[in-house]
């Protein structure tokens, strides 16, 4: 008996991310699956109501509608296609949906497999602050190893790619 509660309170323990978010942390299975990468630039994000798998707009009345980020966006860099197919990138707000902050004004690696546009904790990484000027870009030194790696898988398919980066924004 005492066995038991000490399980249930072990798996109630566990976070909300950790029961909802399981995917692969290697880059190397986010290239494989992935038909776009890019590198991108967050330039304004909102909130809407959606449909949660959809992503199309919704009413209050819908049982599945959920509140996401939405964000337009300019890509900087392709490492992998020529475009992203989505218009705009949605996410949660983290925790059990496994979404990743939004902020304007930062950078974001994305691993797209699908075009519509959903992204999380396990096809993209960010949010990266940028170092110099906008005429002068300077990648995040946290970042550029893995940028490096992407630059050249593109052209060498046999390049290892290093691990993703934590965001290099203090939380």
Same mark, same amino acid.
């Given at each position: 008996?005492?066995?038991?509660?000490? #399980?249930?309170?072990?798996?109630?323990?566990?976070? $909300?991310?950790?029961? !909802?978010?399981?995917?692969?942390?290697?880059?190397?299975?986010?290239?494989?699956?992935?038909?776009?990468?890019?590198?991108?630039?967050? *330039?304004?994000?909102?909130?809407?109501?959606?449909?949660?798998?959809?992503?199309?707009?919704?009413?209050?009345?819908?049982?599945?509608?959920?509140?996401?980020?939405?964000?337009?966006?300019?890509?900087?860099?392709?490492? @992998?296609?020529?475009?992203?197919?989505?218009?705009?990138?949605?996410?949660?707000?983290?925790?059990? *949906?496994?979404?990743? $902050?939004?902020? !304007?004004?930062?950078?974001? #690696?994305?691993?797209?497999? *699908?075009?519509?546009?959903?992204?999380?904790?396990?096809? !993209? !990484?960010?949010?990266?602050?940028?170092?110099?000027?906008?005429?002068?870009?300077?990648?995040?030194?946290?970042? @550029?190893?893995?940028?490096?790696?992407?630059?050249?898988?593109? @052209?060498?398919?046999?390049?290892? #790619? $290093?691990?993703? $980066?934590?965001?290099? #924004?203090?939380?």
């Amino acid at each position: 008996m005492n066995r038991s509660i000490a #399980l249930l309170f072990a798996l109630l323990s566990v976070s $909300p991310a950790a029961w !909802a978010c399981s995917c692969p942390a290697e880059t190397e299975s986010l290239w494989n699956g992935a038909h776009q990468v890019a590198l991108v630039r967050i *330039d304004a994000v909102h909130v809407e109501r959606e449909l949660a798998m959809s992503r199309k707009r919704c009413t209050a009345s819908e049982a599945t509608c959920t509140m996401r980020q939405v964000a337009s966006y300019t890509p900087v860099e392709f490492f @992998k296609g020529n475009r992203l197919s989505a218009p705009t990138l949605a996410t949660g707000y983290g925790g059990g *949906d496994c979404g990743l $902050p939004m902020i !304007a004004g930062t950078y974001y #690696l994305i691993f797209a497999s *699908d075009t519509s546009g959903q992204i999380g904790i396990c096809n !993209a !990484a960010g949010p990266y602050r940028w170092v110099g000027s906008r005429n002068s870009l300077e990648q995040p030194k946290v970042l @550029k190893p893995l940028l490096e790696a992407l630059r050249k898988r593109s @052209k060498e398919p046999a390049t290892k #790619l $290093p691990p993703r $980066p934590p965001s290099s #924004l203090p939380w």
